[in-house]
């Protein structure tokens, strides 16, 4: 019965991560979004790479969440080659060969709990980038798929097979990054939004 629930739980997380994807895609098309290739590449490696190390750790279909985020990033990392962010900051550049350095020092440790916790700074390497460009234009990413996150995470952490350390801290790192990206992108439209009031 326990592992139905888990089975139910996955398949809900799996599929919340499948309609976020489809939101950001439409949102994308539409430019209304301009995604940031180092973000999505780096979600790309770092999805992979957890989503083994969950499964080696029988994170049953807990792990089904991470599997969605390998598919999606690497999609919209293919995406971003054409339509993507254009300005890319010395600050994203150091962001981004950071995150590929502890990717490296990643795959040379053969304790799985470090290992995700490498992972999850990695995560907050991987997410400054569109941090920065959303503050500067916070209408130009749309908060559909942080905010599915979010949810599917939090489901796909309900939905763990073995919870321990290994296989829920990524998940939570990627919770805690997603609530300060879209707090941060609303914060910034507001105050957007009523300077340009003042100026009417």
């Keep these: ?3 139905d629930y888990h089975i139910i ?3 809900i997380a ?4 499948l309609l976020g994807y489809g939101l950001y895609f439409r949102s994308i098309f539409r430019g209304e979004t301009r995604p940031h290739l180092f973000t999505w590449l780096i979600y790309f490696l770092i999805d ?3 989503f083994a190390a969950q499964i080696m750790k029988g994170a049953g279909p807990g792990a089904w969440t991470t599997l969605t985020g390998v598919i999606g990033s690497l999609c ?15 600050t994203d550049w150091i962001s981004f060969i950071a995150a590929l350095c502890a ?11 470090i290992a995700i916790v490498i992972a999850a700074t990695i ?7 569109t941090l920065r460009k959303s503050y500067s234009n916070p209408y130009q990413e749309s908060i ?8 599917r995470f939090g489901l796909g952490i309900t939905a763990l097979v073995s919870l321990n350390w290994t296989t829920a801290l990524f998940p939570s790192a990627v919770i805690t990054a997603n609530v300060l990206l879209v707090g941060m992108i609303l914060i910034r439209r507001h105050i957007l939004t009523r300077d340009k009031a003042f100026q009417g």
């Design 76 to 90: 919209v990392s293919f995406i971003a080659l054409r339509l993507g962010e254009k300005h890319i900051t010395k």
């Design 1 to 3: 019965m326990a592992y």
């Design 103 to 113: 990717i490296v020092l990643w795959q040379t440790t053969n304790n799985p709990l």
């Design 123 to 129: 995560n907050f390497l991987a997410i400054f980038p």
């Design 48 to 50: 992979i790479i957890v």
């Design 9 to 11: 739980l996955g398949a």
């Design 14 to 17: 799996a599929l919340l991560g």
């Design 144 to 151: 559909s798929i942080w905010v599915v996150d979010i949810m």
